[in-house]
């Protein structure tokens, strides 16, 4: 292990530590804040992607783990979304993922950790770079978003009662 990669997981750790902190918090739902986290997670991984592509070629593994982890960090999102509570406060509308959804954090950890032990077991190395693990990250929060805003909707029309 380099210190690179010690660096890197030291900084994972803080970024999922400070969004678990985040999540358990009551936060107002502002649609454009809400979405403010996730572009800047998925800019800063495309760069980051970007160089660690220069050279690098992409298999059908890769593909496949790549579309994968997808798949499964936007599912991860949406429980998240969905274990989510929402209540108005002040008149604004509030939510919190709250403790239970947040320990979904580990089961997206242990996903991200299988498919990098495959994605290393078939040579498939640009799955496990900086770039698609921040990339994952910004699938996740785009699944917890959309669903915290579509339910947000929800509440809306039931509170001019």
Not at 119 to 146: E, F, H, W
């Amino acid at each position: 292990m380099t210190s690179q990669n010690v660096l890197e997981i030291a900084i994972a750790v803080l970024v999922v530590g400070w969004i678990i902190y985040r999540q358990t918090q009551w936060q107002t739902l502002n649609p454009a804040r809400i979405w403010r986290g996730p572009i800047i997670v998925a800019v800063i991984g495309a760069v980051s992607l970007k160089t660690s592509l220069t050279g690098a070629t992409i298999g059908t593994t890769a593909v496949a783990l790549l579309v994968l982890e997808a798949v499964l960090a936007v599912a991860v999102g949406v429980g998240m979304g969905m274990l989510s509570q929402i209540r108005t406060v002040g008149g604004t509308l509030a939510a919190r993922t709250g403790l239970i959804g947040s320990l979904l954090w580990f089961v997206m950890l242990a996903l991200r950790l299988g498919v990098d032990v495959w994605a290393s077991a078939d040579g498939a190395k640009i799955v496990a770079s900086t770039g698609v693990i921040l990339l994952m990250l910004a699938l996740n929060r785009v699944g917890r978003t959309a669903v915290l805003l579509r339910r947000a909707e929800q509440v809306r029309p039931l509170e001019a009662h």
